[in-house]
């Protein structure tokens, strides 16, 4: 029987002073992270906007990717999505999920109950995180993206799927399409129609496909995403 949290990775607290700018990025990433925790320890799952009972477009774009259960899949921001349970109800044996949020992660692991011994919980940054080299098969990410108004941040997430993703891997992310929100949980973001989302990784993500998706909120107003579906070429 699932008798408690599973364990979630960290990154290691016990490292040497740093460089003042890195430190300034540092406070800014942790105010952040207090900002979704408290967005996560005030809200039930269901009273967030971008709340689905099943991630149909994201789960049928990644079965198409492959449907090998040793598919190594990533989903960025999953943290309290169902994406992660329908990956394991499918079969898949090696999914990791990501969240700055402690909070969403130990949701969907008390949800999940004894099958969260069967993903891999990382509570980081996705910008800086030290990821492995080409350690996914497949990288999501549905609503993380758009949250980076800073070119800096844009420019260190493609980096970070460039070095974690494997040559010739699928990439799937989606934000707020041209006709979406400005803001979401009191953050500003950035909206993007398929041919700037896909300018925004650059030549060596080859679109596959894109789609456009009119999601409804809980409280029935629709919100538009835009999916770019890329594999990646040789660095």
Same mark, same amino acid.
């Given at each position: 029987?699932?008798?408690?949290?599973?364990?979630?990775?960290?990154?290691?607290?016990?490292?040497?002073?740093?460089?003042?700018?890195?430190?300034?990025?540092?406070?800014?990433?942790?105010?952040?992270?207090e900002h979704w925790e408290r967005i996560y320890a005030t809200k039930r799952p269901h009273q967030?906007?971008?709340?689905?009972?099943h991630l149909d477009v994201s789960l049928r774009l990644i079965t198409n990717a492959s449907d090998d259960p040793a598919t !190594?899949? =990533?989903? &960025?921001?999953?943290?309290?999505? /169902?994406?992660?349970?329908?990956?394991?109800?499918?079969?898949? !044996?090696? =999914?990791? &999920?990501?969240?700055?949020?402690? /909070?969403a992660l130990e949701v969907a692991q008390r949800r999940l109950g004894d099958?969260?011994?069967?993903?891999?919980?990382?509570?980081?940054?996705?910008?800086?995180h030290p990821f492995r080299?080409?350690?996914?098969?497949?990288?999501?990410?549905?609503?993380?993206f758009h949250f980076l108004?800073?070119?800096?941040?844009r420019a260190a997430y493609v980096r970070q799927v460039g070095r974690a993703v494997r040559d010739g891997g699928h990439v799937i992310v989606a934000t707020f399409g041209p006709d979406g929100p400005l803001q979401c949980s009191g953050l500003d973001v950035v909206r993007y129609d398929a041919q700037s989302l896909h300018d925004a990784f650059g030549m060596r993500f080859a679109l596959v496909d894109h789609l456009t998706e009119a999601h409804e909120t809980p409280w029935g107003t629709i919100q538009q995403f835009v999916y770019c579906y890329c594999k990646l070429l040789r660095d």
């Open positions: 029987m699932y008798s408690g949290r599973t364990p979630f990775y960290r990154p290691d607290a016990n490292a040497l002073p740093l460089h003042p700018i890195i430190f300034e990025q540092a406070v800014c990433a942790m105010k952040i992270t967030v906007s971008w709340y689905r009972r !190594r899949i =990533v989903d &960025v921001g999953g943290g309290e999505s /169902t994406l992660v349970d329908d990956l394991i109800a499918a079969g898949y !044996r090696d =999914v990791t &999920v990501m969240d700055l949020s402690a /909070t099958d969260a011994a069967h993903a891999t919980w990382i509570q980081a940054d996705v910008c800086t080299s080409r350690v996914f098969d497949i990288w999501h990410d549905r609503a993380v108004t800073d070119l800096r941040d």
